[in-house]
């Protein structure tokens, strides 16, 4: 057993199979390093090849996973590409038991850049705290909307929730929370926002300086505030509390009290969804490819 990260805690993964026989065909001989199992069945893995060649990362995701698909993600960092620093797309595809995205090592000035969630950046959490903010303030600013195909507006996502049974919150729940998912607040400024701005889903530089961003399966046009909700709440998960002025100074934006409370509150209904249909994570000993709930 390898040991991987599954948010903050490394935890024993086992590479399943059917990824080395995938790795192996698509970088034959690499070495197969396991990074990062999500919450909902996929998994990254590093593939150094030695010597000059650089390291690629090959994200896996099982049939059934509630996970953005690996080609739809594909689509997006192409498009992405040529406004913002994104990996490299390298190859990506569907096999019979789920389907993978190859990316280029992210690299600045010849380094490799490394996830905002690593330890000596969470060690350094002020500083990388406004850099996740800088971040997210240049892909907001560097991505045109006019051209942009993708959309994940709120109404796209409640009435992606409403075709799921008891995706949208019970009125009971409401109460709970104060926050009517199915009304959300007015746009502030429509921009093309990443859908998954986490500290994990940004890498910084050998300086601790924003790097890139990975995982951009729900890039897409919306409010603004959908994304920088979910960076300040990762952020005081991730380096813990106080740090949120700090992110938003950076960005460059005053607080927006319902606005952030809606679109955590938007995303706390969808990742509801997404653990109650999640397949059986990759590595536990239980796994089979393909293998449906929990
Ligand atoms: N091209 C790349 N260059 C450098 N690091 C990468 C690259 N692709 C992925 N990673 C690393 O692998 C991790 C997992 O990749 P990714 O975020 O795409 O997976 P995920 O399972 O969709 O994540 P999540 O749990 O956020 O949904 C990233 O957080 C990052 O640390
Ligand atoms: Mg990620």
Known sequence: MSSVSVGIGPTPVEV????????????????????WR?????????????????????KWVPDGAPCPDPLAEADRLVWAASF???????DVGRGPHGSWLLTAAVEVRGTP??????????????RSAMAVGAGLRRFHDGLPTDTCTFVRTAQTRVAALSAVPTGLPSTADRTTTAVAVD??????????????????????????????HVDVGDLG????????????????????????PLVLA?????PDHERTTYYRALWDAEEAVRIRTRVTPVGEPTWRAGRRGR
Do not use: K, M
Not at 16 to 21: D, K, T
Not at 195 to 211: E, I, R
Not at 250 to 254: E, I, K
């Open 113 to 126: 850049a490394t996830s905002a969630i690593e330890p000596r950046w969470r060690a350094l959490a002020a």
């Open 250 to 254: 950076a960005y460059g934006v005053a």
């Open 84 to 90: 913002v620093p994104v990996p490299r797309v390298l």
């Open 183 to 212: 009304a959300p607040p007015p746009v502030d400024r429509a921009v093309v926002c990443h859908g998954d701005a986490t500290v994990s889903n940004t890498l910084l530089d050998q300086a601790g300086q924003f790097a890139a």
């Open 38 to 58: 999500n919450e909902y069945g996929g998994l990254t893995v590093r593939l150094e090849a030695g010597g000059a060649c650089r390291s690629s990362y090959l």
């Open 221 to 244: 046009v919306a409010d603004r505030w959908s994304d920088i909700a979910v960076t300040t709440r990762s952020v005081t998960r991730r380096y813990g509390p106080g740090l949120e």
């Open 16 to 35: 399943p199979p059917v990824v080395y026989a995938l790795a192996s065909r698509l970088w034959s001989g690499a070495t197969v390093v396991p990074v």
